[in-house]
């Protein structure tokens, strides 16, 4: 494999054992689309099944401690956040993300935080204020938040007095998060609404972002952009001014299609990793920036699909990091095109397979993390003992949990 001379082998394994990519809970449960739903026997349904899950993808990979977790749909009422943190650390992982859920219930229907009934903004306030304080007993330290707010016709709501009530609530939200607790904004352009959504875009999120407070960043989500759209560019702006928080990461086609990581366009994820990894290499010293997979799978097996993502992460995490920054910089410097973009694809296409499967054996992982799982049964072993249990009809708080996600 060619090496960059900034990048021996030890140096590029050091960059690795640093790279970690959270997974997500709902990403283990079963899940659906407004069309339909189609079970999976192994599918987790409760909380501790879902951990159990997560570990297993930390087991195989080895890169994925931490879990994020959606408050409604795995705290429900009674759940005590530090058994939830006991359960994780017996399984070798920690909780990460806290994501409140301020998109569900019937009451908004008209919005959250933006809605004109001042109980309903004082409810998904003191939602995320609860989720403030289960985050701080279990130990998290990143409050992630999503709106569903939005309209889906002209005239349906007063933008500017929407963004105002978002405003307010982001700040009181901020006034409480403990000293170590980051808030992450995430944007969305459309669905659930489809006609304006309150926070749009990354420039919308970044100004609310300000006004909230120094601990509050923008969090990308790769699925959430109109076609065409520049995410690296995006990318190396909010790194630029210090508000990049972290990552939702998904491939997609269209929309927010939440397809495995790389399975569409891998070059861009590489691209993206290399905005980062760039930064990095000029100021010398690593950024502080959350990877975190936002992906639930209704056709491919969940654990299967997560275990081929985070590979796929730590795959064109090697690969940005192989760039020769110091000839990139010659050739810019030369306005030399031409090899500028070429110190981009011999990075690309360099094939870093062979040198995980060692690093992965030198840490004692499997060389191939999603066939030593494929042969380890424990997705027969599930589906055997959770798979009786399911109805197929909706029985039940965690039976359900996650599945209406879109
Ligand atoms: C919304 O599409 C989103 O990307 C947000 O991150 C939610 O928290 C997540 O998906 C789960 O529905
Ligand atoms: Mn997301």
Known sequence: MKLPP??????????????EIETPSWGYADTGTRFGKFF??????????KLADAAQVNQYAGCCPSVAVHVLWDFPAGTDPQRVARLAADLGLRIGAINPNVFEDQCYKLGSVTNVDPAVRRRAVQHMLDSVEIGRQ??????????????????????????CWLAEALGEVHAALPDD????IE???????????????????YALAQQAG??????VDTGHHLPGCNIEHIVAFLIDEELLGGFHFNDRKYADDDLTMGSIDPYQLFR??????????ELSHPLKIAYMVDQSHNL????EAMIETVTTAQEHFAKALLVDHEALRDARQKGDIVVAERCLKEAYATDVRPFLAEYRQARKLPADPLAAFRESGYAQRAAAERGPNKTGVSGGYAATAGEDRQ
């Not at 900034?6 to 790279?19: C, P, V, W």
């Not at 607790?181 to 992450?184: D, G, K, N, Q, V």
């Open 300 to 303: 491919k097996p969940k654990i």
């Open 272 to 281: 993206i990793f290399y905005e980062i990894t760039g930064a990095e290499w």
């Open 6 to 19: 900034h990048m021996g082998e030890q140096t590029l394994a050091e960059r690795l054992d640093r790279f």
């Open 214 to 219: 120094p601990r509050a960043k923008v969090l």
């Open 40 to 49: 999976q026997d192994a599918a987790a349904t409760t909380l501790e099944e």
């Open 138 to 163: 279990v130990g998290s330290t990143m409050l992630s938040l999503w709106f569903a707010d939005g309209t889906n016709y002209p005239g349906q709501g007063h933008i500017r007095q929407r963004k």
């Open 187 to 205: 944007y969305k352009p459309f669905e659930p609404a489809f006609y304006h959504t309150d926070i749009a875009d990354w420039g919308m999120a």
């Open 181 to 184: 607790m980051a808030m992450l």
